[in-house]
T-cell receptor, first 113, second 115 residues
Framework: AQKITQTQPGMFVQEKEAVTLDCTYDTSDQSYGLFWYKQPSSGEMIFLIYQGSYDEQNATEGRYSLNFQKARKSANLVISASQLGDSAMYFC??????????FGKGTMLLVSP | ETGVTQSPTHLIKTRGQQVTLRCSSQ?????VSWYQQALGQGPQFIFQYYREEENGRGNFPPRFSGLQFPNYSSELNVNALELDDSALYLC??????????????FGPGTRLTVT
């Protein structure tokens, strides 16, 4: 079974600053994928970034980067230059093989002016 | 390209009733997964449909059932509603594949309230 742990219920950051959202995972599988989703108050889950377990380089997508430390089983999301529109819930999720997603409990990010 | 749509947006039901939620998958996608997201929690996998058959199921009782139609749209049915069924129900569509990444595209969800 897979497990995702997000230990930060809420994070506060000032506009234009960088923020790191923590995620640790547990699986016995060697092949897996790690995802980050953003969920605004509207409810829709928006895909942000993906990291495969065999990818040697950390994934980056614009202002989002994934700090992947395989030995520590962590996959932290780094948002650079935070914007007011980044305020939302953020979920870390895992997929093993080609199975469906297992999500963490999420971190609420609030960006202040 | 048409995204994932869900209907209705909101729904209020009484305990013991039955409910049907609908999902239209993204154009070109043949797999639909349903998730339940209780307030303050992450989404939990209910089941997945591929080629009109259930292809995997999470830890949900049989009163949660589904259908997938030839056009790949899907329904989630819940019988004998309980108060704990109150949640946001998310549908995600994807293209069946046997290797990562397994990208799923989510709809806006249906918020179900059971009173």
């Amino acid at each position: 079974a897979q497990k995702i742990t997000q230990t930060q219920p809420g994070m506060f950051v000032q506009e234009k600053e960088a923020v790191t959202l923590d995620c640790t995972y547990d699986t016995s599988d060697q092949s897996y994928g790690l995802f980050w989703y953003k969920q605004p108050s509207s409810g829709e889950m928006i895909f942000l970034i993906y990291q495969g377990s065999y990818d040697e380089q950390n994934a980056t997508e614009g202002r989002y980067s994934l700090n992947f430390q395989k030995a520590r089983k962590s996959a932290n999301l780094v948002i650079s230059a935070s914007q007011l529109g980044d305020s939302a819930m953020y979920f870390c999720a895992m997929s093993v093989g080609y199975s469906t997603l297992t999500f963490g409990k999420g971190t609420m990010l609030l960006v202040s002016p | 390209e048409t995204g994932v749509t869900q209907s209705p947006t909101h729904l209020i039901k009484t305990r013991g009733q039955q409910v049907t939620l609908r999902c239209s998958s993204q154009s070109g996608h043949n797999t639909v997964s349903w998730y339940q997201q209780a307030l303050g929690q992450g989404p939990q996998f209910i089941f997945q449909y591929y080629r009109e058959e259930e292809n995997g199921r999470g830890n949900f009782p049989p009163r949660f059932s589904g259908l997938q139609f030839p056009n790949y749209s899907s329904e989630l049915n819940v019988n004998a509603l309980e108060l704990d069924d109150s949640a946001l129900y998310l549908c995600a569509s994807s293209l069946w594949r046997t290797s990562l990444p397994y990208e799923q595209y989510f709809g806006p969800g249906t918020r179900l309230t059971v009173t």
